[in-house]
């Protein structure tokens, strides 16, 4: 009895965790690199075909979802199963229309780079 009763309240605990970790995450690491800002978003566990992104001049939604492993008997679990994430950019990037940016999604990292918006090189004499 005490032992469905600790697996009980550990399927309620993962359940509520769950929902937390969906709410914040995923971690975002965003940098320039020469004219382009770079961001990165950690996605483990996502096939690249269940992630969809949207970009403005100033913001970067990310939404993806995964199924649940329904073999698997869980006792603690909680990695998300949906995001749905939109992020401040730092600059405005520029985001010409009919022009796609395409990002690359290795290792459960999604990479995407942007131009951005108004930067150009000084020629120096």
């Keep these: 009895m005490i032992e469905n009763l600790a697996r009980q309240f550990g399927k309620e605990?993962?359940?509520k965790s769950r929902e937390v970790y969906e709410v914040i995450l995923p971690p975002i690491d965003m940098y320039v690199d020469g004219k382009?800002?770079?961001?990165?978003?950690?996605?483990?566990?996502?096939?690249?075909?269940s992630i969809d992104t949207r970009i403005t001049e100033t913001?970067?939604?990310?939404?993806?979802?995964?199924?649940?492993?329904?073999?698997a008997t869980y006792y603690w679990e909680q990695r998300p199963l949906r995001i749905n994430r939109t992020a401040i950019l730092p600059v405005k990037v520029d985001v010409k229309e009919g022009d796609e940016p395409s990002g690359k999604y290795e290792n459960g990292v999604l990479t995407i780079r942007l131009p951005i918006k108004g930067i150009r090189s000084v020629k120096i004499e």
């Design 13 to 15: 605990i993962s359940h």
């Design 36 to 49: 382009d800002l770079v961001v990165e978003v950690d996605l483990p566990g996502f096939r690249k075909e």
């Design 59 to 71: 913001t970067l939604s990310v939404a993806a979802t995964r199924e649940k492993d329904q073999t």
